[in-house]
T-cell receptor
Framework: EDKVVQSPLSLVVHEGDTVTLNCSYE??????LLWYKQEKKAPTFLFML????IEKKSGRLSSILDKKELFSILNITATQTGDSAVYLC?????????????FGTGTQLKVEL | SAVISQKPSRDICQRGTSLTIQCQVD?????MFWYRQQPGQSLTLIAT?????????ESGFVIDKFPISRPNLTFSTLTVSNMSPEDSSIYLC????????????FGPGTRLTVL
């Protein structure tokens, strides 16, 4: 069975701090890894990663995948209170055409003033 | 990104009743999915909604409890049948476009409370 583990489960930081969120996975026939931000109900898409070592970046957020060590990190620099959310990592398999997202339990981030 | 709407946004229901949740997607979406997020848990895939045919259910989910319809490309419904308090969750619809992308976009979700 596919397994996605995120750490830490939760953390509290101050505005301006840099945070690193971790996602490790065990999945047969890995295809891709996706990051989402969930503030209230709906997860919003951040990144999709398929290749090792290629950083994806969007503003203060960046992410990278290591397919050898089976993990990904999500970095947020100069954090703001608006970054407070649950960050979800999900993986897909080649078999099944990448349709099924298997999610981790998420990291709850709180950014305080 | 795809535009996905869902209703109702929330509901409070009595034990033993059923609730139907609707999901509307824009034309960029080719595949539709239904997820459940129980309190304090992550998202779990319930089923893939197939246009004009029976949905494909994941292990642990059955059609009698979660009947799903998708009469056309852009609309789907999920019914939560014979509800119990354990069905209290957020139910989310998602859509995926064509072209081999794995990215799924999520609707705003339905927060269901069963008393």
């Amino acid at each position: 069975e596919d397994k996605v583990v995120q750490s830490p489960l939760s953390l509290v930081v101050h505005e301006g701090d840099t945070v690193t969120l971790n996602c490790s996975y065990e999945v047969t026939n890995f295809r891709s890894l996706l990051w989402y931000k969930q503030e209230k109900k709906a997860p919003t898409f951040l990144f999709m990663l398929t290749s090792s070592g290629i950083e994806k970046k969007s503003g203060r957020l960046s992410s990278i995948l290591d397919k050898k060590e089976l993990f990904s990190i999500l970095n947020i620099t100069a954090t703001q209170t608006g970054d407070s959310a649950v960050y979800l990592c999900a993986v897909t398999r080649i078999t099944g055409g990448g349709n099924k997202l298997t999610f981790g339990t998420g990291t709850q981030l709180k950014v305080e003033l | 990104s795809a535009v996905i709407s869902q209703k109702p946004s929330r509901d409070i229901c009595q034990r033993g009743t059923s609730l139907t949740i609707q999901c509307q997607v824009d034309s960029q979406v080719t595949m539709m999915f239904w997820y459940r997020q129980q309190p304090g848990q992550s998202l779990t895939l319930i089923a893939t909604a197939n246009q004009g045919s029976e949905a494909t259910y994941e292990s642990g989910f059955v059609i009698d409890k979660f009947p799903i319809s998708r009469p056309n490309l852009t609309f789907s419904t999920l019914t939560v049948s014979n509800m119990s308090p354990e069905d209290s969750s957020i139910y989310l619809c998602s859509g995926k476009g064509a072209g081999g992308t794995d990215t799924q976009y999520f609707g705003p979700g339905t927060r269901l409370t069963v008393l």
